[in-house]
């Protein structure tokens, strides 16, 4: 891929601190891939087989989990298979400023059949009780 001299000497202000591609039981790190696709600040990625270098062999669904970077602050964002992810410098994904991230959701199980386990981890995050394996 050819990259012009601005490209090169001006740095980026979107930059992709994490990215973590997975089905809730395999994970790969993908943050470098990721990064090559931030083009003039913007990120535009599709998640699906053909755009990642490792492969998920399950029938769960998965996702692509980002930890950014811009000038207002530090984002996460998600993208589902086959959806269309694009984050610039006016996103605003989840801030994940200290102590600004909450659960807004939690369950375990698979899209046919799971638990919502909500007020368990409003209880861990109220008493501040770590989650040890």
């Known amino acids: 891929m050819a990259q012009s001299i601005d490209r ?6 979107l930059v992709v601190l ?17 990064n090559q696709f931030v083009i003039d600040n913007q990120l535009t990625f599709i998640l699906n087989d053909q755009t990642l270098p490792h492969r998920i062999q399950s029938k769960r669904i998965k996702l692509l989990l980002i930890k950014y970077q ?16 694009v984050i610039n410098l006016d996103s605003e994904g989840y801030d994940l ?5 909450e659960f807004v959701c939690s369950a375990y199980g698979n899209e046919r ?11 861990y995050q109220y008493f501040k009780w770590s989650i040890s394996p």
Not at 25 to 34: G, L
Not at 114 to 121: E, L, V, Y
């Open 18 to 34: 994490q990215a973590m591609y997975t089905d809730g039981f395999e994970s790969h790190d993908v943050t470098h891939f990721v």
């Open 8 to 13: 090169i000497l001006m740095p980026q202000q």
């Open 113 to 123: 059949k799971h638990q919502n386990i909500m007020n368990k981890m409003k209880h």
């Open 97 to 101: 400023s200290p102590g600004e991230l």
């Open 70 to 85: 811009i000038p207002s602050g530090t984002y996460a964002a998600y993208v589902l298979q086959d959806d269309l992810l």
